[in-house]
């Protein structure tokens, strides 16, 4: 079982314990925490434990420095206080960052614990008064986790029926089956009173009995007295103690520290299959993000090139999937055809090219010398093209509406690749190179479609025209004569032919326009908004092609972090699928 809880230490899923500083220290065996007065401990520290071969030399690692040992634990000490600096600044703040530090060690059990800040009743000068509370939500954060043992030390020089250790812990573990007493200060007690009754459950009852630990003095601490001594000296005090004799054998940090590594073997062993199922599930999390972030790129030029090619055809395909209606967005463009369009044509207002005094000028001008003998068919012609050349504004709108709705599906194509995030490089070519086609796809649309307009400009609808006498002759005079042709009744019926002829050729462009428009436009994006891109790469030196497939350095170091943590759990599914058979 010492195995599996090595390996629960490794994967950082194991119960933990919550102790204070100096107990700690008296569980490893060596002097490395910060010490002072006020709040020392300003970060948590997650400390595992590891049981090493006897005759190994004892080292500390970081996880934030890795594959730097520290042999001396004053240097452990320093890089504590240096790393909490980092984090809090050189301050009385807090900071809920854990530090993990790792200790390995012949003389220490397999055991993880985490050392918390102190809790306060007040807030000291350059503290926020919310520092209180601040503590307090940190220490729940951990504590409340079922897999934690907590680790509840008073002093027992104290009143314990004030301890903030043993009130917390009632409050999150009421049934006291998470939690542990450990009774520290003894041989500081006043002459005449002892800790007996704490000690054997009488005054103040937990479900495991209660620990007392003889820690160093401040005088011992400023001595350099080591901890081996130190852990002699408490034996000797218990052992030779009379009220404390009897309960020897089960007290000191030593025993604790047994005590501890014990407790959290039975809870492991309850938690095998939470565990099992946990460590598979992260296995599979842990591969579908390696697939998502994409193997490293070949080294040869015909490689990479495969690899760009490769990336561009799932980028187009989201792209297209987009239009077609598998993904969303393509919709808009309808939208356009069927509502924008439309409601630009209505809104188009012919009141100055049909006003009487305009119609008059027109007809007048289109006379010349000679008055019209019939009808007025320049005048026609010339109101007609000024009126029509007015939808040449909403031809345009439309255009520029779908390029818009494109460049955004580009975009939504560009994001919803994953390979292309991989490469900052690769995305902004793309990117670049997908705009750059719409445009020149814009351009020509709106050449198409402004074409349309002017086709209904330069030739007129002949039999439109020719239904006219027939409407005359059933109640009008097409032979009026010279001194009321340009009569008000005249006018405006002219005007009224002309706005019913424009109605017409708007209902038709109404339908051309989109045909136009998703022939230059979308069917084109569809089918070659990368071709260009595609030749210039053929074009690009090994060099180039390298560039473009530059990792975004997150990446590259998330990759080998998933990596590693992969080979970790694919390690520890084997290691705890064995100890689940045997056991």
């Not at 089960?250 to 039975?266: F, Q, W």
């Not at 490469?423 to 796809?441: C, F, K, Q, T, W």
């Given at each position: 079982m010492d195995n599996l809880i090595s390996l629960v230490n490794k994967i950082q899923r194991a119960c933990t314990a919550l102790g204070k500083s100096s107990v700690l220290e008296s569980v490893v065996g060596k002097d490395f925490l910060p010490r002072g007065s006020g709040i020392v401990t300003r970060r948590p520290l997650v400390l595992q434990l590891h049981k090493s071969d006897e005759g190994t030399r004892e080292y500390a690692e970081f996880l934030h420095l890795p594959r730097k040992r520290f042999t001396d634990f004053g240097a452990v000490r320093k890089e504590i206080q240096d790393e909490t600096d980092r984090e809090t600044g050189r301050t009385k703040q807090i900071s809920s960052v854990p530090i993990h530090l790792s200790i390995f060690s012949p003389n220490v059990v397999n055991l993880t614990l985490v050392d918390l800040p102190g809790l306060t009743k007040v807030a000291v000068e350059g503290q926020p008064e919310s520092i209180v509370?601040?503590?307090?939500?940190?220490?729940?954060?951990?504590?409340?986790?079922?897999?934690?043992?907590?680790?509840?030390?008073?002093?027992?020089?104290?009143?314990?029926?004030?301890?903030?250790?043993i009130k917390i812990s009632r409050e999150v573990d009421p049934t006291g089956e998470r939690t542990l007493g450990v009774l520290t200060k003894i041989d500081l007690m006043d002459k005449g009173t002892d800790a007996v009754d704490i000690l054997e459950g009488k005054s103040y009852r937990l479900k495991f009995p209660w620990v007392?630990?003889?820690?160093?003095?401040?005088?011992?601490?400023?001595?350099?007295?080591d901890m081996i001594a130190a852990r002699r000296r408490e034996r000797e005090y218990f052992a030779?103690?009379?009220?404390?004799?009897?309960?020897?054998?089960?007290?000191?940090?030593?025993?604790?520290?047994?005590?501890?590594?014990?407790?959290?073997?039975?809870?492991?062993k309850s938690r095998i299959p939470g565990i099992q199922s946990l460590i598979n599930k992260t296995i599979v999390e842990l591969e579908t993000e390696l697939s998502r972030l994409g193997r490293p790129i070949a080294a040869d030029a015909g490689g990479k090139l495969y690899s760009i090619m490769e990336i561009c055809r799932l980028f187009d395909q989201n792209f297209r999937e987009h239009l077609d209606g598998v993904r969303s967005g393509g919709d808009k463009v309808y939208n356009v055809f069927d509502n924008q369009l439309p409601a630009a044509l209505k809104r188009l207002q012919f009141d100055r090219q049909l006003s009487m005094e305009n119609i008059k000028k027109?007809?007048?001008?289109a006379d010349g010398y000679q008055p019209h003998l019939i009808a007025?068919?320049?005048?026609?012609?010339?109101?007609?093209?000024?009126?029509?050349?007015?939808?040449?504004?909403?031809?345009?709108?439309?255009?520029?509406?779908?390029?818009?709705?494109?460049?955004?599906?580009?975009?939504?194509?560009?994001?919803?690749?994953?390979?292309?995030?991989?490469?900052?490089?690769?995305?902004?070519?793309?990117?670049?190179?997908?705009?750059?086609?719409?445009?020149?796809?814009?351009?020509?649309?709106?050449?198409?479609?402004?074409?349309?307009?002017?086709?209904?400009?330069?030739?007129?609808?002949?039999?439109?025209?020719?239904?006219?006498?027939?409407?005359?002759?059933?109640?009008?005079?097409?032979?009026?004569?010279?001194?009321?042709?340009?009569?008000?009744?005249?006018?405006?019926?002219i005007g009224t032919t002309v706005l019913s002829y424009v109605n017409m050729v708007c209902a038709t462009l109404r339908h051309s326009i989109p045909k136009s428009i998703v022939y230059c436009q979308v069917r084109e994006a569809k089918r070659s908004l990368l071709d260009f891109f595609y030749t210039e790469l053929g074009k690009l030196e090994q060099k180039r092609l390298s560039a473009l497939l530059n990792e975004d350095p997150a990446v590259m170091e998330r990759r080998s972090a998933l990596a590693k943590r992969l080979e970790l759990y694919r390690s520890a599914q084997a290691e705890i699928d064995a100890v689940a058979w045997s056991k």
């Open positions: 509370q601040d503590i307090e939500n940190m220490v729940r954060s951990y504590i409340e986790k079922p897999n934690c043992i907590i680790l509840a030390i008073s002093p027992a020089n104290q009143d314990l029926a004030t301890s903030d250790a007392g630990v003889v820690n160093r003095s401040q005088a011992d601490i400023n001595k350099n007295v030779s103690t009379p009220e404390y004799r009897h309960l020897a054998h089960r007290m000191g940090s030593e025993h604790l520290a047994k005590m501890l590594s014990k407790h959290l073997e039975t809870v492991i027109l007809i007048t001008e007025p068919e320049q005048g026609y012609r010339r109101l007609i093209e000024s009126t029509l050349v007015t939808i040449r504004g909403p031809a345009e709108a439309a255009v520029d509406a779908v390029h818009s709705i494109l460049k955004d599906l580009v975009h939504k194509a560009i994001s919803e690749t994953p390979e292309l995030k991989q490469y900052p490089g690769l995305r902004v070519e793309v990117g670049n190179a997908a705009i750059e086609s719409l445009d020149r796809m814009r351009d020509q649309s709106k050449k198409a479609a402004l074409q349309l307009v002017d086709m209904e400009c330069c030739y007129l609808t002949v039999e439109f025209f020719r239904k006219l006498p027939q409407d005359v002759e059933k109640g009008g005079n097409p032979t009026q004569s010279i001194f009321d042709r340009y009569h008000e009744t005249y006018l405006r019926r």
